[in-house]
């Protein structure tokens, strides 16, 4: 069972276009990250949201933790063919030392 | 800079010879995971540790083994590598005090 999903599995856009990755899940979660891994590397850690409600901006990403912090989304806006990789939410519940990872999003940016 | 390093970046193996991969870290993170990635998919969770505490997932294969002699290593030894082995191997570290993994650029492992 999954804990976590994430959706589209796949996105291609254009260059310049917005796009939003959800990430749901009908668990609560005392905090939540984003990573991008690009190909041939681990992932990297983007931002994590611990409130619930709270908006993280950085740079032309915005993130969001939903006020019941069981969902995230992540908006890109005009996006850049550096933006391509795979997206990954996860999420940490109140016990264990365990981040449970999404499906996962994989983002094209096409120039 | 404090990192995650991952040893060797590619790895190649014959079915049923033996392979270990190693990662060290210089975060003192107290937790450390070993993840199996195949394609475009999320990472599969194979253990981790919370200090000297070994927690195997319950899905993790017996031919899947790790070893943590001190806090800044810990190995991934694959006992008889098959073809469905193959995939990136990430090593990850993280501190209860502190959110989010630390990930290492991974060990490519082809299974020959």
């Known amino acids: 069972t999954q804990l976590l999903e994430q959706s589209p599995q796949f996105l291609s856009i254009q260059e310049g276009e917005n796009l939003t990755v959800y990430c749901n899940s009908s668990s609560v979660f005392s905090s939540l990250q984003w990573y991008r891994q690009e190909p041939g590397e681990g992932p990297v850690l983007l931002v994590t949201v611990v409130t619930g409600g709270e908006v993280k901006k950085l740079k032309r990403l915005t993130f969001q933790f939903g006020d019941a912090r069981k969902d995230s989304s992540l908006h890109i806006t005009a996006a850049q063919p550096g933006d391509t990789g795979l997206y990954l939410c996860a999420g940490a519940i109140l016990t264990g030392n365990q981040f449970y990872f999404g499906t996962g999003t994989s983002l094209t940016v096409i120039p | 800079d404090a990192m995650v390093i991952q040893n060797p970046r590619y790895q190649v193996t014959q079915f049923g010879k033996p392979v270990t991969l190693s990662c060290s870290q210089t975060l003192n993170h107290n937790v450390m995971y070993w993840y199996q990635q195949k394609s475009s998919q999320a990472p599969k969770l194979l253990f981790h540790?919370?200090?000297?505490?070994?927690?195997n997932e319950a899905d993790t294969p017996d031919n899947f083994q790790s070893r943590r002699p001190n806090t800044s290593f810990c190995f991934l030894d694959i006992r008889s590598p098959g073809l469905g082995d193959a995939a990136m191997y990430l090593c990850a570290t993280s501190s209860r005090t502190v959110y989010g993994y630390t990930f290492g650029s991974g060990t490519r492992l082809t299974v020959v």
């Open positions: 540790y919370y200090d000297k505490d070994f927690n």
